[in-house]
């Protein structure tokens, strides 16, 4: 079955940097787009990241261009999020996500999230 | 940007009762385009609604999508106990960024 695990999130300090990591399992990696998507506290879903079946392309959200960056390792069956300059404003769970291009493009596997907080 | 409107913000319903959950798009969004999402406290988000009316791997009959150009719904036909959640729509057509409504809670009455 389709597993999704993110790791890397913590406390971190304003200014500072995390990688955030999510490791696949139960589809062929290399075959798919990958997203990065967070929710703050007692907020709604934001989309973050995407990254193309095979890096050839990425896009992100205005928020974070610039500051992060989204890779992917499918010797690894991985996928990361480079997170640098982190503000206040980027704390939030942050989950990755599978693109299905046989469902048009949806969002269809999520993992469970790691938290990152950024606070001094 | 594609802004997402779910309304209403809390729907307070029992179980056994039909839910009505709106999302209004401030442009016109492809019907394949857009999804619905569950996501509980603590768990992943998950996919109920893709193409704005095909029911994704495992989702339960009584959920079920309608709509076209700006207005979509979502319709759970009978309130079972787990269906009580925070509900998403989302527009992941070509238009970046990928945006969500702001979010249906949907609460034991």
């Known amino acids: 079955q389709v597993q999704l695990v993110e790791s890397g999130g913590g406390v971190v300090q304003p200014g500072r940097s995390l990688r955030l990591s999510c490791a696949a399992s139960?589809?062929?990696?290399?075959?798919?787009?990958m997203h990065w998507v967070r929710q703050a506290p007692g907020k709604g879903l934001d989309w973050v990241a995407l990254?193309?079946?095979?890096?050839?392309?990425?896009y992100y959200a205005d928020s974070v261009k610039g500051r992060f960056t989204i890779s992917r390792d499918n010797s690894k069956n991985t996928l990361y999020l480079q997170m640098n300059s982190l503000r206040a404003e980027d704390t939030a769970v942050y989950f990755c996500?599978?693109?299905?291009?046989?469902?048009?493009?949806?969002?269809?596997?999520w993992g469970q999230g790691a938290l990152v907080t950024v606070s001094s | 940007e594609i802004v997402l409107t779910q309304s209403p913000g809390t729907l307070s319903l029992s179980p056994g009762e039909r839910a009505t959950l709106s999302c209004r798009a401030s442009?016109?969004?492809?019907?394949?385009?857009l999804g619905w999402y569950q996501k509980k406290p603590g768990q992943a988000p998950r996919l109920l609604i893709y193409?704005?009316?095909s029911r994704a791997t495992g989702i339960p009959d009584r959920f079920s999508g309608s709509g076209s150009g700006t207005d979509f719904t979502l319709t759970i036909s009978r309130l079972e106990p787990e269906d009580f959640a925070v509900y998403y729509c989302?527009?992941?057509?070509?238009?970046?960024?990928?945006?969500f409504g702001q979010g249906t809670k949907l609460e034991i009455k």
């Open positions: 193409g704005a009316s």
């Open positions: 990254i193309w079946f095979d890096g050839s392309d990425k």
């Open positions: 996500a599978r693109r299905n291009h046989f469902n048009w493009g949806s969002f269809d596997y």
């Open positions: 139960g589809f062929t990696f290399s075959s798919y787009g």
């Open positions: 989302q527009q992941y057509g070509s238009s970046r960024p990928y945006t």
């Open positions: 442009q016109s969004v492809s019907s394949n385009y």
